[in-house]
């Protein structure tokens, strides 16, 4: 035996002997009889069942006898042997032999034990049997009727044990009795343990002795040990192991749901929820099988426990309370007393054993339910949702705050499984009494407002992550109606009453002595009826009140709102953030990944685990919800646009009127009424839709009326008859098919249907006055059914159903309220109210409870075919990104909830709250980036500063820059353009500062002018001092400070912001202000130091803006700004000048841009000569470190250049001197050589201090030796060398856009015409320079390139001194170090230097379409360099050109070109210095020229012919004869003349007169332009230039030039003559063409090209004549050739020239006069046999020429000619004229013919050369 069996025996004999010799024992011979039965029981080692009953006995008949001191001291000991688990040994028993148990046990039930018990004495207390004890069915304790757990021996002693208890006993028996069964209940052995029946029995009477015992410690007592009994019951089950996540998945739950989709597995982590230990799940293997043994599981016995205990405390709690209002609010009452225990005793449950809830138990549910529904909280749930219905809407403080507490552990605990069930609190309860409903108290309010902040905002709850569900959960839910937009109606419901404008007040409700919103986390408060206050007449007014303390409530519902809502939507984002890093942290890198990990394959059929709560899909959801509530909003306006809208967005998936109709039938939020119309449409969609509607309903097996309840609740019914009639007869066509046998046919439906629908209306409408009997109902329908009468007991059942329960909407019903009747008046009692909520509620849970037994019906759904169940499936939240679109729907709301207290309220704490609201709201909006939220924020909290009023500035309005000040230190990365707002209060502030010390200075003037104008308003001193304080200083200060950890785009916007607002400052403060606000400047500076040390990178980003604004500031017109922001930049310059920059970077160039722009756009000379000196000091200090700073420089120094002031002048000049003479290898070495250059040119440009720009010139010719000097040290020779290559892309870069840039581009090297304008010159042309062969030339030509380059810019733009110098140089230093000038660099510098001089020449040529000034400022400044400088380079370049022949032979044809394009200009100079030019060219260099050469030299003379002949003056006269223009007439040389000039022209005269050879073809040629006339005459001068170059070469010049010459080249110059000579001979010919080109106005007189024919000839006949007297051999081979073309074209010269009439055609013989004296003259160097050979052909003419007037030089040729024909032909004496020869008549009259012809050719040369001249 063991310990306690025989501590037990020993306790029970103790306890024996009392009962015994007691004196009240003493008389009870029963008593004693047994008492000596159960000593000799007690003796037995092992006492069978028998045994034990005869040791009950005793006990028992103590327990009956209803004497106190029996009683206690038996129950006594039955309560210590439970302790002593005593009790257990009889289930030993009853598992050995059951048959004898049930044999003893009925017995016992019989009563045979105690028949010999004698009759109680009249002392003893009579048992009064409570009222509880006959309620059982009622209460909440009623058990299973075959529960068999009572039969055993510890079923007998509890009811032994509960039947003592009674109202009348006393109190220590009534302590003995809790004391019990407590020891009862929490026994350990589990064969004495209680279960069922005995269970509940036990904790009804300690519940009853809570009810109704008399004094308030036994009260507390039983109250306390319910709770213990209640935790002892519970504890059964061990709480999950700790260390072990808590995890469901809700998949086992609802295994519809498909894993890895958003109806996927669902994991939940929170703490509240969970799958209990391993000993509770082993249960849930527990196959169907195990159902009907699951009592013989001692764990099942505990769920089964723990249900019925649950379930009754459930019930309990839901007793509805009757009687009047005095009763029903009597806290002291037992049963307000019960419900309120039972609702502490629930929520006691609920905090602490929350995972029972959650753990399988098959053992209560029915055999074959599903698994996934076999929870506890699956059997209890129907229970606690009632209690919380019928609760949560009591107008009772205590009821109400702790329904509002098991609400809120319901919703932290059990919300994954309560989804819907949450969700009908939310709608009908919890939102309704937020919103201020007509029937909602003021006390209700600001108790849910208290205890919904108390659950959201404990960190514990993790009350952020609640939201985002129920964001998820309902808010995205398809299925779920816009009422059940819980999170958005929550913000919005507070939002409102946060801006209430409500003002009443109460009287009471200042002074409330009642207590709303109480928490019971420490646990129940003690509920005896000495604790318990019942509630006076005026505290009853109050709690039935709607009014109170409005602005508390406010403040409530904003503490709601801030710290309830949005401080903890911001935590959990903190909270995974963290954890994320975490996590990041804490894995492993890419490289532990690849060698400690596969690649992570599936295996086929696998599917990627997708997120259940995946952000995007949860925003598609919500977009697709709001489209569909859009479309049930219009559908509710207007149906058929509704339904079209719904149709084009997808809601209804197709357009089949199945589709349609389902989505009407099923959908919620849809109103009845627009449905019924939609339907009820005659137009046959309509009536498809409405067939199809009615057909989706089932009626089988279902009442008549019953069934036309059911289709009545899906619409309402419209008020025509016809469209009453179409749904009659389609309700009965339905009704028939689902029950054929009810009716004879659908007609026989569709009349009783339609009298139902009047009897409805008849019955229940009040404007009836006479109601239908039962008899008229009968009479009306008989004969119905095709003749025949349907029977009386079914009409007789449908009046009465109709008569008692009217067919009406549900929601009607609902609305109308428990108690009300037809047509009564709305309810006024808040008592009223309240129940009505919470049957509303209640029946919405009996409908949902009842969906759940019953095969789902079908729902609707988004873009599926299908129709599924709604979705029970819960989500948890477990993305952070959830919160964005959360706060996107509801932050104007929220918006508006924290800005209206601010504005409006001075309350400090309410002012507090507004701004944290303000904080967490900016958090979440910076936290996504949300652009539009995170600006309306941060402006109304900026606006809400008032720092520009100083007058208006209180308290609050400085809490609220200390509020933007921390969300700028703290979210400054995300407030992008918000820092303007930041900036500005920053700026204020200071201002402030300023304003207060004036004020200050102006007080202590006295009794001044000032101190009388001074405001009369004043100032609020304590926000002053709070603005002025130290703590706002260091805020100030760390919001600069705290810019050193900003992001790379925010310190962007922050710096933005500083510039603007301090420009405004700066604007704002007048130009010759003394102390002008520069707060923010100087705050920049800051800056600017803090974030020294960013990339350069986020740098340059930064700076870019710094930059501009202190370009800004130094240009402005207050000297006092420039000063100083020119003296910061020196500072901050300095500093950075200290920082290594690495290559290829230039930051430094960048930071010193501001001096470059102050100097070129500020006027002050002081402010210039100020930033010179700060770039001065900085060379001094800092030149070593300086790199890229180097360019700016320079670009400061151009910008001085152009200075007009010499004092700014020569300051920078000097600077650049000293750079010069100091620096020269530093500024190279970071390549900015070209740089310095460019500096240089612009110091030669300023053309009003000519003796700098000489000084400029010389730096530039000093450079050529500068950098040959750097080239023989070996460090600048490696500086050089390291250098060139980017040098070079620099220059590159500087030229681009020349177009020497863009021909090197292209790769033209010979054709400057095709020169485009634009481009950049290539690296590749450099490509030789940087190879591995680069000479130490190479590399100097690519530093004296920029050299080169910059005095080409000098000849181009500078005054004539300066480009004479630069002229000079460039030449010299070609021609000095041209021999080291490789072919590729040659060709850079006479295609990037040379040729480009000549651009704008070349451009000016009308066919190249340039303008004739180009880069010159006017006509006459191009034609002054023209005329000076061009001449001189053109020389120059020539002379260069002949030097370096060789080298520059690739860019001949270029040299060739430029002399073409001289010599055809308009400027008779600049023809004339190219005909001089090429002639000098030849003669210098005929030595050098090749047979190539000589071509291309040919090629120019006949381009120069061809280009220059005027052809335009050959046109088709004979189509168009022009006629002679009035008032001008051609004075005519002769009568001849006139005639021709004035004989119409016919056809037969054009017909048959032929052009000579070489003139071109008149046939179809246009006449030139009057426009064109100028140019023609050109080309006519241009064209005798061209024939005198000729001749100066090859006749006049140098005899050289013509030996060096081959023939055939000489014969292709030849032709080009004859071709000139032809032509004008041709034109002087065509008299009608002279008259015609006359008449159109080309000249005042006969145009003609006399002095073109006779100078053509003339040249040709020279050159002729020389060849063919050239001994040499060359030239005797082509002699016959010569022969051929001299000898002809002589004799007819001369036969021409005696037909010329000396009288009329004296300037005709004056021009062809030389060209004769040439011929007679060449006859006379002929040798004897030439001579002797041609004088006979000659001779006549030469004899005709005495009949002219003779001049001097012909009659000196002539006697030659003649002296040599006499030694020629030996006649050696004068010869007389033979007599016997006849004078030759003839000959002497075509003698004078010719000589009159020659007069009228005369008469037009004379014109001509008139014309010429």
């Not at 809700?250 to 295994?255: A, D």
């Not at 029972?356 to 506890?376: N, Q, R, Y």
């Not at 701004?915 to 309306?936: H, N, T």
């Not at 001068?1581 to 030039?1601: A, C, F, P, W, Y």
């Amino acid at each position: 035996m063991s310990s306690n069996q025989s501590g037990g025996d020993t306790f029970i004999k103790h306890t024996l002997e009392q009962l015994v010799n007691a004196r009240e024992g003493k008389k009870i011979p029963a008593l004693l009889q047994s008492a000596k039965q159960a000593l000799v029981a007690l003796e037995k080692k092992e006492p069978d069942l028998l045994a034990m009953q005869s040791i009950f006995q005793p006990f028992q008949i103590a327990c009956q006898s209803r004497q106190s001191v029996l009683a206690t001291t038996a129950i006594d000991c039955l309560g210590k042997l439970f302790t002593y688990n005593y009790w257990g040994k009889c289930n030993i028993v009853n598992e050995a032999n059951e048959e004898e148990e049930s044999q003893i046990m009925s017995q016992l039930a019989q009563g045979e034990f105690s028949r010999s018990m004698a009759t109680p004495t009249s002392s003893s207390p009579t048992r009064t049997v409570s009222k509880s004890d006959a309620d059982d069915e009622k209460d909440g304790f009623e058990t299973d009727k075959n529960d068999k757990s009572s039969k055993g021996i510890v079923g007998q002693v509890v009811d032994t044990i509960c039947d003592v208890f009674s109202e009348s006993i006393d109190d220590k028996l009534q302590l003995q009795i809790v004391k019990a069964l407590m020891s009862a209940i929490s026994s350990t052995d589990p064969k004495s343990a209680l279960h069922g029946s005995v269970l509940l029995r036990a904790v009804r009477t300690t519940y009853n002795v809570f009810l109704f015992s008399k004094t308030p410690n036994t009260q507390m007592v039983a109250q306390a040990t319910l709770q213990q009994m209640v935790t002892a019951l519970f504890s059964r089950i061990p709480p999950p192991s700790l260390g072990k996540s808590f995890t469901r998945d809700v998949s086992t739950i609802f295994p519809d749901a498909a894993p890895g989709s958003l109806q996927g597995s669902v994991h939940e982590n929170d703490s509240g929820v969970g799958s209990g230990s391993n000993s509770s799940a082993a249960a849930l293997s527990n196959d169907s099988s195990e159902f009907g043994n699951g009592r013989k599981d001692p764990l099942n016995e505990t769920y089964r426990d723990l249900q019925l205990v649950f379930r009754a405390l459930c019930k309990l709690s839901m007793k509805q309370i009757t009687g009047p209002e005095t009763t029903t609010t009597d806290l002291k009452s037992p049963p307000l007393r019960s419900k309120l225990l039972s609702l502490h005793l629930i929520n006691s449950v609920l905090a602490s054993y929350i995972h029972v809830f959650f753990l399988p138990t098959p053992i209560l549910f029915p055999s074959g339910t599903p698994k996934e529904s076999v929870l506890f909280i699956h059997s209890v749930k129907q229970y606690l949702c009632l209690s919380l219905s019928r609760n949560t809407s009591s107008i009772l403080p205590q009821v109400f705050d702790v329904s509002l507490e098991i609400f809120g552990k319901s919703l932290l605990g059990l919300r994954s499984v309560l989804k819907k069930e949450m969700s009908v609190v939310f709608t009908e309860i919890i939102i309704p009494i937020a919103e201020a409903r007509p029937t909602v108290t003021f006390h209700q309010r600001m108790s849910l407002l208290k205890s919904i902040n108390r659950i959201l905002s404990d960190p514990a709850t993790d009350g952020g992550k609640i939201l985002v569900e129920i964001y998820l959960n309902y808010d995205c839910d398809l299925e779920a109606s816009a009422q059940e937009n819980i999170w958005e109606r929550l913000v919005n419901t507070l939002s409102m009453l946060v801006q209430e404008s409500n003002t009443a007040q109460i009287g009471p409700a200042a002074s409330s002595t009642i207590t709303s919103g109480v928490s019971y986390a420490q646990g129940p408060p003690s509920l005896t009826t000495a604790n318990l206050v019942a509630y006076t007449k005026e505290q009853l007014k109050e709690l039935n009140s709607s009014t109170g303390d409005f602005k508390d409530l406010k403040k409530k519902g904003l503490d709601l709102m801030v710290r309830g809502l949005l401080k903890p939507l911001v935590s959990w984002i903190t909270g995974k953030l963290e954890n994320e890093a975490k996590k990041t942290e804490s894995q492993p890198s890419s490289s532990e990944k690849d060698n400690d990990s596969g690649l992570g394959l599936l295996k086929e059929g696998d599917k990627m685990h997708v997120a259940a709560d995946d952000p995007t899909q949860f925003q598609n959801l919500k977009h697709r919800k709001q489209v569909l509530l859009e479309g049930i909003k219009r559908f509710n306006t207007k149906p058929k646009k509704g339904v079209q809208y719904l149709l084009d967005s997808g809601c209804i998936s197709t357009r089949t009127p199945k589709d349609i109709a389902s989505f009407l039938l099923h959908t919620e939020g849809l109103n009845k009424t627009m449905i019924g119309e939609f339907l009820g449409e005659g137009d046959e969609e309509n009536i498809a839709i409405m067939h199809a509607f009615v057909d989706e309903m089932e009626f089988t097996h279902l009442p008549f009326v019953s069934a036309l309840r059911n289709f009545l609740q899906s619409f309402r019914l419209p008020g025509e008859s016809q469209k009453i009639d179409r749904f009659m007869l389609k309700f009965a066509g339905r009704y028939v098919q689902g029950n054929p046998t009810s009716f004879s046919s659908a007609d026989t439906a569709y009349v009783l249907a339609y009298s139902v629908i009047m009897l409805n209306t008849d019955q229940h409408n009040n404007q009836v006055k006479k109601k239908m009997s039962k008899h008229e109902f009968l009479r009306n329908n008989r004969g119905i059914d095709e003749g025949k009468d349907i029977p009386a007991v079914i009409l007789e059942a449908i009046f009465d159903e109709i008569q008692t329960n009217e067919i009406v909407m549900k929601e009607e019903q609902l609305a109308k309220g428990p108690n009300a009747q037809p047509g009564s008046p709305a309810l006024s009692n808040k008592r009223d109210t309240s129940d009505a909520m919470a049957l509303k509620t209640e029946a919405i849970f009996n409908s949902m409870m009842k969906a759940n037994k019953r095969p789902g019906t079908a729902t609707p759904q988004i873009d599926q075919g299908t129709s599924p169940q709604k979705s029970k499936q819960y989500f948890t939240a477990s993305h952070y990104e959830h919160v964005k679109p959360m706060f996107s729907i509801i932050w104007m709301s929220v918006l508006a909830s924290i800005s209206s207290p601010l504005q409006e309220s001075e309350d400090a704490e309410l002012v507090k709250m507004s701004l944290e609201g303000f904080k967490y709201a900016a958090k979440i909006a910076c936290m996504f980036d949300l652009e539009a939220e995170r600006k309306s924020i941060l402006s109304t909290l900026a606006k809400t500063t008032h720092l520009n009023n100083l007058y208006d500035l209180k308290p609050k309005n400085v809490e609220a820059i200390i509020c933007l000040l921390d969300i700028a230190t703290v979210s400054g990365n995300s407030i992008a353009d918000n820092w303007m707002d930041v900036v500005l209060a920053i700026s204020q502030l200071e201002k402030i500062q300023q304003l207060t010390a004036e004020i200050a200075n102006q007080r202590n003037l006295g009794n001044t002018k000032t101190q009388q104008s001074a405001p009369k308003k004043l100032l609020n001193e304590e926000a002053i001092a709070a603005a002025l304080c130290q703590s706002m200083t260091l805020r100030v200060d760390k919001v600069f400070a705290s810019s050193a950890q900003l992001n790379g785009a925010a310190i962007v916007e922050f710096v933005k912001a500083m510039c603007a607002v301090s420009w405004d400052e700066i604007t704002n403060t007048s130009a010759s202000a003394e102390h002008p606000r520069m707060y923010c400047l100087q705050r920049l500076v800051e800056i600017s130091y803090y974030n020294m040390n960013r990339i350069r990178v986020e740098w340059s980003n930064l700076w870019a803006i710094l930059g501009d604004h202190f370009n800004q500031v130094g240009c402005h017109p207050n000297s006092q700004v420039c000063f100083f922001a020119i003296d910061k930049l020196r500072q901050l310059a300095m500093k950075f000048l200290e920082l290594e920059e690495l290559p290829n970077f230039k930051f430094q160039k960048d930071f010193l841009k501001p001096f470059e722009f102050i100097l070129a756009n500020n006027n002050d000379t002081k402010i210039k000569d100020m930033a010179l000196a700060c770039l001065q000091q900085m060379i001094q200090a800092k030149a070593k470190t300086m790199k890229s700073g180097w360019k700016a420089m320079f670009g400061a120094f151009i910008s001085a250049a152009k200075e007009p002031h010499e004092q700014i002048l020569n300051f920078s000049f000097d600077i650049v001197k000293s750079l010069f003479k100091n620096y020269f290898e530093n500024v190279v070495a970071n390549l900015a050589f070209p740089d310095f250059v460019s500096c240089v040119v612009q110091f030669c440009q300023n053309k009003k201090y000519a003796k700098t720009s000489l000084q400029a010139i010389e730096l530039l010719r000093q450079s050529f030796s500068r950098i040959v000097e750097l080239s023989k040290t070996p460090t600048g020779a490696k500086i050089l060398q390291s250098t060139a290559i980017a040098t070079e892309k620099i220059m590159t870069e500087m030229i681009a856009g020349t177009p020497a840039a863009q021909l090197i581009l292209n790769g033209m090297e010979k054709t400057i015409q095709s020169t485009p304008i634009n481009g950049a010159l290539p690296t590749s042309s450099f490509s030789d320079l940087s190879n591995s062969n680069t000479t130490m030339e190479d590399i100097q030509f690519k530093f004296w390139f920029p050299v080169f380059h910059a005095l080409y810019l000098v000849i181009m733009s500078c005054d004539l001194e300066v480009r004479t110098r630069a002229l000079n140089h460039l030449f010299d230093a070609l021609k000095t170090y041209g021999s080291s000038l490789s072919h590729s660099s040659w060709e850079i510098v006479a295609n990037g230097c040379l040729f480009p001089i000549f651009d704008d020449l070349k451009n000016s040529k009308p066919e190249a379409g340039g303008s004739s000034v180009a880069q010159f400022a006017s006509k006459d400044e191009m034609n002054t360099w023209v005329n000076t400088t061009m001449i001189q380079v053109l020389k120059q370049f020539i002379d260069l050109f002949g030097q370096y022949l060789n080298e520059l032979m690739f860019c001949a044809d270029g040299v060739f070109d430029l002399l073409v394009v001289c010599m055809t200009q308009e400027n008779e100079t600049l023809a004339r210095i190219g005909s001089t030019c090429l002639q000098q060219f030849i003669e210098s260099n005929y030595q050098k020229l090749d047979d190539p050469m000589w071509e291309r030299v040919c090629a120019i003379f006949t381009h120069l012919f061809k280009v220059t002949t005027p052809e335009e003056l050959f046109f088709d006269y004979r189509t168009e004869m022009p006629q002679e223009p009035t008032g001008v007439v051609a004075p005519p040389e002769n009568d001849q003349d006139e005639a021709i000039a004035n004989s119409p022209a016919t056809a037969d005269n054009e017909s048959n007169k032929l052009l000579p050879a070489g003139v071109p073809d008149i046939s179809g040629r246009t006449k030139p332009l009057k426009k064109d006339f100028p140019g023609i005459i050109t080309k006519c001068v241009l064209h005798l230039l061209v024939i005198q170059t000729l001749q100066d070469v090859l006749s006049s010049g140098s005899e050289s030039v013509y030996r060096s010459l081959p023939s055939r080249h000489i014969f292709a110059m030849l032709d080009c003559l004859d071709r000139s000579y032809q032509f004008a001979k041709a034109f002087n010919e065509e008299m009608e063409l002279r008259m015609a080109l006359y008449r159109m106005g080309f000249m005042k007189t006969l145009p003609n090209l006399l002095k073109q024919e006779t100078s053509s000839v003339s040249t040709y006949i020279t050159i002729l004549i020389k060849m063919y007297s050239d001994p040499s051999e060359e030239r005797k081979v082509t002699r016959g050739d010569i022969e051929q073309r001299l000898i002809p074209l002589s004799l007819s010269l001369l036969v021409n020239y005696n037909n010329l009439d000396p009288e009329s055609k004296k300037r005709n013989v004056a021009a062809w006069r030389p060209v004769v004296v040439c011929i007679l003259n060449a006859m006379i160097d002929f040798d004897d046999a030439q001579f002797k050979r041609h004088i006979p052909i000659f001779y006549n003419e030469v004899l005709n020429l005495l009949l002219q007037e003779i001049s001097t030089d012909v009659r000196l040729v002539m006697h030659s000619l003649l002296v040599r024909a006499g030694h020629a032909f030996h006649i050696t004496a004068t010869s007389s004229m033979n007599p016997d020869v006849p004078p030759a008549l003839p000959h002497l009259e075509q003698s004078k013919t010719a000589v009159e012809r020659g007069q009228r050719e005369e008469s037009v040369s004379e014109t001509r050369e008139r014309m010429l001249q």
